[in-house]
């Protein structure tokens, strides 16, 4: 058996100095962010990174992650300061690789995943896929790896990144834009079933600037808090929102108006679930990590964010949303999907 752990975090405006050159932001994304980027200084840009990256370091008790996906981050330059910061910190450096997906988002913020290359193969760039979400304003696609596990049974795991639409302008003015997130997740959850196998293992992380409980996851992605409905639907394949007992908690992975939202969420298929799975979920391990360095000197227990952007500074301050955790474990050979059904007609829970 090998067990992974996972991460998943908004870095909350993770960007490069305010005069990077050319090759590391574009005139449009510039124009887009001159004003709020303003004093943004190398300096302020590290210290930043070394405070994400003491969080992240402390992760699997102290090895750092094995997979972490991230958003709220600029260009493939800061995330590759932020790997060697965590590597800094951590008793054996990892061999991280990175995934960067160079979305089109309108301020130039993008999803990346940090993965160990001794435990997990990446497909070629080209081979990454960026789901387009459609709206009238440049957004972030979702991005979908097909990693490749490095056990003796290789297994294919489709590990999809979100970051959605926000809720500026209104949660439910913009609430249409999530609904097209959501139902462009359930059909690429789908579609990777069609191309790769039924027994294909699926996980979707990511910031969906919705609730477990909202439309936009519930209707259109096709997520739910019943295991055993995910088990046994017999349609549309669902997803099992391991965040449901999270949501129903006085706290949040991030915090409107000093009230508890849980936006960032784990979200597992079929293949994830049963028994025996070929990457076994563990909803007892996921967790909201809270340091007590990261969370706010206030009354409300809400994350303790770094600033910049034309909000005020905090050198000892992370990110606006808490990151979140859990682990997986992968069967030690090639689980048949034929096998594991019949195990499941056989089973009280069938």
């Known amino acids: ?47 930043k990174i070394n405070q994400l990256a003491a969080v992240i370091a402390t992760m699997n008790t102290g090895q750092g992650p094995d997979l972490l996906g991230v958003c709220e981050v600029e260009n493939r330059f800061v995330v590759d300061r932020l790997v060697a910061a965590v590597n800094d910190k951590i008793p054996a450096p990892r061999n991280y690789s990175i995934v960067h997906a160079d979305t089109s988002d309108a301020r130039g913020i993008d999803i990346a995943f940090i993965f160990d290359e001794s435990l997990f193969e990446a497909p070629p760039a080209g081979s990454v896929f960026f789901h387009v979400v459609m709206r009238r304003n440049a957004t972030r696609e979702i991005v979908q790896v097909n990693f490749k596990t490095k056990t003796a049974a290789a297994r294919t795991w489709a590990v999809f990144g979100n970051h959605w639409p926000s809720r500026s ?76 007992p999270s949501a129903g908690a006085p706290d949040g992975s991030f915090y409107f108006n000093n009230e508890p939202n849980m936006l960032d969420q784990f979200l597992v298929n079929k293949n994830m679930v049963i028994d025996p799975a070929p990457m076994k979920a563990d909803p007892a391990s996921v967790q909201i990590l809270k340091l007590p360095a990261t969370i706010h000197p206030g009354t409300y227990r809400k994350p303790r964010p770094f600033g910049g952007m034309g909000k005020p500074i905090d050198r000892n301050g992370f990110s606006d949303h808490f990151p979140i955790t859990m682990t997986v474990t992968e069967a030690d050979a090639a689980i048949g999907y034929g096998s594991s059904l019949r195990r499941l007609k056989n089973s009280p829970m069938h």
């Open 1 to 47: 058996m090998q067990t992974y752990h996972l991460a998943w975090w908004n870095l909350e405006n993770l960007f490069d100095e305010e005069n990077a050159p050319p090759e590391r932001r574009t005139d449009k994304v510039f124009r887009a962010i001159k004003e709020s980027i303003a004093g943004w200084t190398p300096e302020l840009r590290d210290r």
């Open 169 to 244: 302008g209104g949660q439910s003015e913009s609430a249409g834009y999530r609904a097209i997130a959501g139902e462009t997740l359930g059909y690429f959850h789908e579609r990777v079933l069609e191309v790769h196998g039924p027994q294909t293992p699926v996980l979707a992380m990511g910031d969906f600037n919705d609730e477990p409980f909202d439309t936009s996851l519930v209707r259109h992605a096709l997520s739910t808090r019943q295991k055993s409905k995910v088990i046994s639907t017999r349609q549309n394949p669902l997803l099992w929102n391991l965040m449901w």
